[in-house]
C-alpha cells in the first residue's frame, strides 16, 4: 500500500507505557512484525505502522508532522504545549482520548521535616523538577514566588544534595518519595496516556482509519470492567437481583424446564464484578453464578 496512506503512531521504546500501549493496538486488532532496526513496527493487517521513541520525543513527532498519531502521557503533552506557548509557536497536536493507563500525579513534595500548612510555604523556595512549564503556571495561578530548577532527572535526590528545597515530580504509588524521605503535599497535575493526533487533515482512507482505530479503543476501553454473568434467581427475588447486578441495563430472564419458581438471568455488568457483589447475589437467593470475561463488545 502506498505510504501516504498508512497511519504512523508514535509510541513510547521502552518506560512505563511501552507494553500497555502496544497491548491497546494489539487489542484494537493490529498484528505488527518488529523492523530489522527496532524502531519500526509493520502493521501487517492495518495500514498503520508504529515508530517505537523516548516519550518526551512523541508531541514533537507530531508537531513536525513525521507521525499522525502518538500515545504518551498527559504530563509530557501538557508540558510541550506550554512551552511551545511561551516560545510564541503554535502546538501542533490535539490530545483525543485519554487511554486508562500510566496513571500518576505530577505533585509537590517536601522532606519529611518541613513543616508545611499550605502553598505559601513555598514562597521563597527552591523547587526542583523536569516540568519547568506546567509548575512555572502552577505557581504563578497560585501567586507563589518560588524559584524554579530545572533538572534533568534524579529530581528526587535534589533536596538532599542541596540543590533545591523542594521538589515537583511524577508520583504514583508514592514509594520512591518515602524512600528518600519526602512527603506530598500537592497535586500540580493529573495525568494517564492520551492518544493524541495531528491538526493537519488526513487523507480520506487514513482517517478513516483512525475512526475505526477511536471506537474499537472505546470498545476496549469498556469491556476492560464488563463480565458476562449468569445465574439461577427464584422468581420471587428476581427485582433484588436485578437491582444487585452492577452497571447492567436489562438481563435476559430465561424460564428453567420443569422448575417453575425459578429464571435463569443473564447480563452484562459494565462494572467490575467484587466478590462483595458476588456474596450479595447469593444472599438475595441466587445459586449457580458463573461470571465469563467479555473479550470483544461493540455498542
Ligand atoms: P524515556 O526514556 O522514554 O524518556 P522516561 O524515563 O521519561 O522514559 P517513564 O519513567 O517510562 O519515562 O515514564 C513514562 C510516563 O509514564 C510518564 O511520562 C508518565 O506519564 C507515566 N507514569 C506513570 N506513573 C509514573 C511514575 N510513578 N513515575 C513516572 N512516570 C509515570
Ligand atoms: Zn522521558
Known sequence: MDKEQRLKVAVQKTGRLTDHSLDLLVRCGLKY??????????????????????????????????????????????????????????????????????????????????????????????????????????????????????????????????????????????????????????????SQAMLIRTPLPLSPAKESWLNRMLLRIDGVQQVKESKYIMLHAPRAALAAIRHLLPGSEYPTVIPLEGNPDKVAVHAVCRENVFWETLEGLKAAGASAILVLPVEKMLA
Not at 46 to 58: A, Q, S
Request: aromatic fraction near 6%.
Open 33 to 190: 512484525s518488529r523492523g530489522k532496526d527496532q524502531l519500526l513496527c509493520y502493521g501487517e493487517n492495518m495500514p498503520l505502522d508504529v515508530l517505537l521513541v523516548r516519550d518526551d520525543d512523541i508531541p514533537d513527532l507530531v508537531q513536525e508532522d513525521v507521525c499522525d498519531l502518538g500515545i504518551v502521557g498527559a504530563n509530557v503533552v501538557e508540558e510541550k504545549r506550554l512551552g511551545f506557548i511561551a516560545r510564541g509557536a503554535a502546538p501542533l497536536f490535539i490530545e483525543m482520548q485519554p487511554l486508562d493507563f500510566g496513571r500518576c500525579r505530577l505533585a509537590i513534595a517536601v522532606p519529611e521535616d518541613f513543616s508545611y500548612r499550605s502553598p505559601r510555604d513555598l514562597d521563597g523556595r527552591r523547587i526542583a523538577t523536569t516540568y519547568p512549564n506546567i509548575l512555572s503556571r502552577w505557581l504563578r495561578d497560585g501567586g507563589i514566588a518560588a524559584e524554579v530548577v530545572v533538572l534533568s532527572g534524579a529530581v528526587e535526590i535534589a533536596p538532599r544534595l542541596g540543590r533545591a528545597d523542594v521538589i515537583c515530580d511524577l508520583v504514583s504509588t508514592g514509594s520512591t518519595l518515602k524512600a528518600n524521605h519526602l512527603r506530598e503535599v500537592e497535586t500540580v497535575l493529573e
